[in-house]
């Protein structure tokens, strides 16, 4: 299958070589990878030309946008920056980060899910993290979510669902809106991807509310919203995020944000996310 990958980067000059070269180094070779830099301060456009001048099947597109990262916004228009250069001679489509190192059959297997049933939309593996010299899970969400950093989309899924919407929540709510249009979601637990940078380290208050402000605009409704509140404070051991995502949920509703997706939408997530966790106390 032929399939495109999507890097928005922003001063990776540590990482990103790693990432490109285990790329390159696939069983199965990706027929376009396009690394957008938005706006890096460091080397990291330098480094991608060193690869963009030993395989034409990479390229390197710079974008110039703020400095300040808010989680989902920023990655997800450099993204869109990537899509707009690319065409439609895909079959399927990866946004990925530029911290990782993917194994070097990484992109067969995925293939091979997508050519297995012609209704799975989304697939991908579990990112891991290095820590006391062992690489560990990172372990922040339910095994049949698949991360963020390493999204991987059926072309008609993609399409179908919008394609990723430039917000924090990006990486839900694309997930659940496949399940609303009844695609499957596969993940396969063999597939170890090495996460460089720890998830959310750079983090600030400001963020943290806009993770509140997601669960708002996914349609979770407060109850919903706290149990995951809570369940990711505890996940990251930092109990006390629990009141910055709440705080960032009650600011979004005092003011009426619109919802990412529509009230039909938004009622299919409350009771697929109150399914769930009935499975989980029962």
């Avoid at 995020?241 to 005092?254: H, M, N, R, V």
Wanted: proline share 3%; glycine share 6%.
């Amino acid at each position: 299958m032929r399939y495109y990958i999507i890097i928005p980067t922003f001063n990776e000059e540590k990482f990103i070589s790693l990432t490109l070269q285990s790329l390159v180094e696939q069983t199965v070779l990706p027929s376009k990878v396009v690394v957008v830099n938005d706006g890096s301060t460091d080397n990291t456009a330098e480094i991608v030309q060193l690869f963009v001048e030993k395989h034409a099947f990479i390229t390197l597109i710079n974008k110039t946008s703020e400095a300040v990262h808010l989680p989902g916004s920023k990655v997800i228009q450099a993204f869109n920056k990537g899509l707009e250069t690319i065409d439609d001679k895909y079959d399927f489509i990866v946004k990925a980060d530029a911290d990782l190192i993917f194994p070097p059959h990484y992109f067969e297997t995925i293939s091979n899910y997508f050519q297995s049933d012609n209704r799975i939309g989304m697939a991908g593996g579990f990112c891991y993290i290095e820590k006391n010299d062992e690489w560990i899970l990172e372990n922040l969400t339910d095994k049949d979510h698949i991360r963020g950093a390493i999204k991987a989309y059926r072309k008609e899924t993609f399409k179908q669902i919008g394609g990723l919407k430039p917000e924090m929540g990006w990486d839900t709510v694309d997930e659940l809106l496949c399940k609303f249009f009844n695609w499957k979601v596969v993940t396969d637990n063999s597939l170890h991807v090495k996460h460089l940078k720890p998830t959310g380290a750079n983090y600030n208050q400001a963020a943290r509310f806009k993770q509140g402000e997601a669960f708002y605009r996914l349609g979770y409704g407060f109850w919903i919203t706290a149990i995951a509140s809570l369940k990711l404070a505890l996940l990251k051991k930092k109990p006390f995020l629990f009141f910055d995502y709440i705080q960032g949920f009650w600011k979004a509703k005092s003011v009426k944000k619109p919802l990412l997706i529509t009230a039909e939408q938004a009622k299919f997530i409350r009771n697929y996310r109150w399914k769930k966790i009935k499975e989980k106390i029962f």
